[in-house]
């Protein structure tokens, strides 16, 4: 069976992350955890269920560094609790973090 490419390759980490519905204030953000991370997106497991093409804001801090960044996402995805959501309109600085944490994961297994 023939399964597509992907566009950026992910990565399985466990990472705390705040999220909220992007036209809700920040009061109202869950906590979740993150299940894989790439250049283009997460999956994050989530209590909540969030629908297919919502407008989310993930706030998130890769270490080592302390600066969180906060990225618009779109939920493409949900299976049960995890929630598979695709980066949009994501700043330069912030893509090159992504890239820099991502890259430095050299011992754990792509997925």
């Given at each position: 069976?023939?399964?597509?490419e992907?566009?950026?390759?992910?990565f399985?980490?466990d990472?705390?992350?705040?999220i909220r519905r992007?036209?809700e204030?920040?009061?109202?953000s869950?906590?979740?955890?993150?299940y894989?991370?790439?250049?283009?997106g997460?999956s994050?497991y989530?209590?909540?269920s969030?629908?297919?093409?919502?407008?989310?804001?993930?706030?998130l801090a890769?270490?080592?560094k302390?600066r969180a960044?906060?990225i618009q996402?779109?939920?493409r995805?949900r299976?049960?609790?995890?929630?598979g959501l695709e980066?949009v309109?994501?700043?330069?600085?912030?893509r090159?973090e992504?890239v820099?944490?991502?890259?430095?994961?050299?011992?754990?297994?792509?997925i």
């Amino acid at each position: 069976m023939n399964t597509p490419e992907r566009r950026f390759k992910r990565f399985k980490v466990d990472i705390r992350v705040r999220i909220r519905r992007a036209d809700e204030l920040e009061e109202n953000s869950s906590v979740v955890r993150t299940y894989e991370l790439s250049e283009g997106g997460m999956s994050v497991y989530a209590s909540e269920s969030f629908e297919v093409g919502t407008v989310m804001v993930a706030e998130l801090a890769l270490p080592p560094k302390e600066r969180a960044l906060q990225i618009q996402a779109v939920v493409r995805n949900r299976r049960g609790f995890r929630c598979g959501l695709e980066f949009v309109d994501l700043p330069e600085a912030d893509r090159v973090e992504i890239v820099r944490y991502v890259t430095s994961l050299v011992d754990i297994i792509e997925i």
